[in-house]
């Protein structure tokens, strides 16, 4: 399983940003869309589970991005819209093939990650 990130760059506040996530391994049960912003913690944005096709979203970003999976091309996307500044942050794509149930099967160890791609959101 390898996974790159791509499709980040420099966006305007309210604007829109879709970035992917390309799997080159076997199909995971479990993906999910990480940020980080320099000086904070990593925190989990979006994910997705193949399962019963549960998502999850942390509540900064409900109604705003949205993430998907194309199981034909192993890719996930998270279509990022009405961009705010802080938005910006390196996001990373990550996997594991657990699925992970219970309440919070978002939360769960993810096994594999990609480098990270960069968002900035200009104000």
């Known amino acids: 399983v390898q996974l790159v990130e791509s499709g980040g760059g420099l966006v305007q506040a309210g604007g829109s940003l879709r970035v992917s996530c390309s799997n080159s391994g076997r199909t995971m049960s479990r993906m999910g869309w990480f940020r980080q912003a320099p000086g904070k913690e990593r925190e989990l944005v979006a994910a997705h589970r193949r399962s019963g096709n549960f998502i999850y979203y942390v509540d900064s970003v409900k109604g705003r991005f949205t993430i998907s999976r194309d199981d034909a091309k192993n890719t996930v996307y998270l279509q990022m819209s009405s961009l705010k500044p802080e938005d910006m942050a390196v996001y990373y794509c990550?996997?594991?093939?657990?699925?992970?149930?219970?309440?919070?099967?978002?939360?769960?160890?993810?096994?594999?990650w990609g480098p990270g791609t960069q968002v900035t959101v200009s104000s």
């Open positions: 990550a996997a594991s093939n657990d699925p992970g149930y219970g309440s919070k099967w978002y939360a769960r160890q993810y096994d594999y």
